[in-house]
């Protein structure tokens, strides 16, 4: 199992940027690939980002591509979300989790070691 911790949110103005972090303790020898989701009040939660354990690929969901870019640092255990050019429909609780298994990595489903999330609070 693996523990996460996030980091980085807060309150900024739309057009601003905010970096998340998210720091792994535990079995991190163990490969993984990582995921970011996000939750907004009275929604589902959704999938934002995803990078495989090398950090060779990444994926994005839509209405994040081209603003958002998910990165790794295995040596450090901590990967990232840069968030560029936010806009108040990004305001939500955002995760980390981490992906042992096969499959989509967009599927919440498949992740199994989950954080406690961080805010982020985008003013219009």
């Known amino acids: 199992q693996v523990h996460l911790v996030e980091s980085g949110g807060g309150l900024v103005q739309a057009g601003g940027s905010l970096r998340l972090s998210c720091v792994a303790s535990g079995r991190t020898s163990s490969l993984y690939n990582m995921g970011w989701f996000r939750q907004a009040p009275g929604k589902e939660r959704e999938y934002v980002a995803a990078i495989t354990w090398s950090g060779g690929r990444t994926d994005y969901a839509d209405t994040v591509k081209d603003r958002f870019t998910i990165s790794r640092d295995n040596a450090k255990n901590t990967v990232y979300l840069q968030m560029n050019s936010l806009k108040p429909e990004d305001t939500a609780i955002y995760y980390c989790?981490?992906?042992?298994?096969?499959?989509?990595?967009?599927?919440?489903?498949?992740?199994?070691?989950w954080g406690q999330g961080t805010q982020v609070t985008v003013s219009s």
């Open positions: 989790a981490a992906k042992y298994s096969s499959g989509s990595l967009q599927l919440a489903y498949l992740y199994r070691d």
